[in-house]
């Protein structure tokens, strides 16, 4: 009696040791869209804080201002490539106007503003969009973000009106909510 229980649950055993390898090749890979989103969205991050640093150290947040009018959107476009997505940061009160955020996006920089969430994957008509909170995390963003006149110098804030004339961007505290990466999968 207790060798047909040891039978059955052997060949139960085995029968599920066998079946298992099948179902899981049925099963079909899955994107990880937020763990790629957050790895693209971190390198894009570095690559620009690399290349203002490098700026400000060499001539100051106005020569890094220049740099990014002339460059930040090529760098953007370059990392698009490379990655088969397209990179770009969205607000509610932009610098350079394409990073206008849409209707939809100001309801979803809202809900990211207020939520303790980082980041979210939204799908829409097939498009796969990442988002990541952008926040004005070190003294640094402050020269060019923050308050004019005690923050940002009259020669900065000059050059600042000067590439930008229609500038929002300014008026900001260290930590504050500043808009999001935004990572579109290519479908
Ligand atoms: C040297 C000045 C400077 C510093 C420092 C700086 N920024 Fe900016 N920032 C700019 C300029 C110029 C643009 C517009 C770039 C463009 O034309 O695409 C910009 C654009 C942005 C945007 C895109 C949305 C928009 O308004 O166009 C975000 C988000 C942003 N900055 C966040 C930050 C954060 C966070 C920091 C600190 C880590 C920071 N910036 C530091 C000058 C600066």
Same mark, same amino acid.
């Given at each position: ?77 370059? =990392? ?27 309801? =979803? =920089? ?36 923050? &308050? ?13 009106? =000067? ?19 935004? &990572?579109?999968?290519?479908?």
């Amino acid at each position: 009696m207790k060798s047909i229980f040891t039978l059955i649950a052997l060949t139960f055993f085995f029968y599920s040791c066998d079946t298992n390898p099948n179902t899981e090749e049925n099963i079909e890979p899955t994107t990880n869209y937020q763990e790629i989103g957050d790895s693209i969205s971190t390198i894009s991050q570095q690559t620009l804080l690399m290349n203002v640093g490098r700026e400000i150290k060499s001539g100051g947040p106005v020569q890094a201002i220049d740099f990014c009018n002339l460059n930040a959107s090529v760098l953007m476009d370059s =990392l698009s490539k490379a990655h088969n997505v397209k990179i770009s940061r969205v607000t509610s009160k932009p610098r350079n106007s394409s990073n206008t955020a849409t209707n939809f996006e100001l309801e =979803l =920089l809202k809900s990211l503003e207020s939520s303790d969430l980082m980041d979210t994957v939204v799908t829409h008509d097939k498009q796969v969009t990442y988002y990541k909170t952008i926040r004005l995390g070190m003294p640094t963003c402050l020269k060019c973000h923050g &308050i004019p006149g005690t923050d940002i110098s009259e020669e900065t804030l000059d050059v600042v009106q =000067l590439r930008y004339p229609k500038d929002n961007a300014t008026g900001y505290h260290l930590g504050d909510f500043r808009g999001a990466w935004k &990572i579109q999968f290519e479908d």
